[in-house]
């Protein structure tokens, strides 16, 4: 049987999950002092803040490099436009960019996983002939780390499902996030 990158990530991340909730339970059952934090937290949560992405089209072998912005949208959601860079091989003859409108919900604020998704534009400007654009879909799911490294800079894991018309993409992706005061 053969074990690609995908699945190693993917398989990853459920194991980051899994512990991360493991470890938010016992430390709720250890002190009671705690709610407070864990209050204090949720209100840093709803800074917003910029980040920076790097990643893999798997789909296309492809290296990402990026930004977005994390507006919160109350206490379970934010809204997160980005953009991406893909680096295409030079006997390609085309650059390859993606922005992206995503909306993203933590079923838990504390906790680290979310999902989401949105609107994906895909535009592809090759050397010679005609821009092109299309535009789909995304859908997400991630771990922000938001509560281990306090309100300053924090960094997280995502993949990413991208559907076009005529093509389908699967990134990883993962970055860092600066909380804007």
């Known amino acids: 049987m053969k074990v690609g990158k995908a699945n190693i990530f993917i398989l990853s991340i459920t194991l980051i999950m899994v512990f991360s909730n ?18 204090e937290q949720k209100q840093l949560k709803s800074i917003p803040s910029i980040g ?7 789909e296309n072998d492809q290296l990402l490099l990026g930004g977005h912005v994390w507006i919160p949208l109350g206490f379970y959601w934010k809204f997160a436009p980005g953009f991406e860079y893909y680096f295409v ?6 650059d390859r960019w993606q922005f992206n409108a995503d909306f993203i919900f933590k079923p838990r604020p504390n906790g680290a996983f979310y999902l989401g998704g949105g609107v994906a534009v895909d535009h592809v400007r090759p050397e ?3 821009n092109e ?4 879909g995304n859908v997400i799911a991630g771990l922000d780390f938001f509560r281990f490294r306090g309100p300053g800079i924090y960094p997280y894991v995502q993949v990413r499902y991208s559907l076009f018309d005529d093509s389908r993409y699967f990134s990883a992706l993962g970055g860092l996030n600066f909380a804007l005061k």
């Not at 009671?32 to 864990?38: D, E, V």
């Not at 091989?89 to 085309?94: F, G, K, P, W």
Request: avoid cysteine; proline fraction near 3%.
């Open 22 to 39: 493991i470890a938010d339970a016992q430390i709720r059952r250890r002190r009671p002092q705690h709610n407070k934090k864990r209050f």
């Open 52 to 58: 920076v992405r790097f990643g893999n089209d798997f």
């Open 89 to 94: 091989d030079e006997e390609d003859e085309y």
């Open 128 to 130: 010679l002939g005609d």
């Open 133 to 136: 654009t299309v535009v789909g």
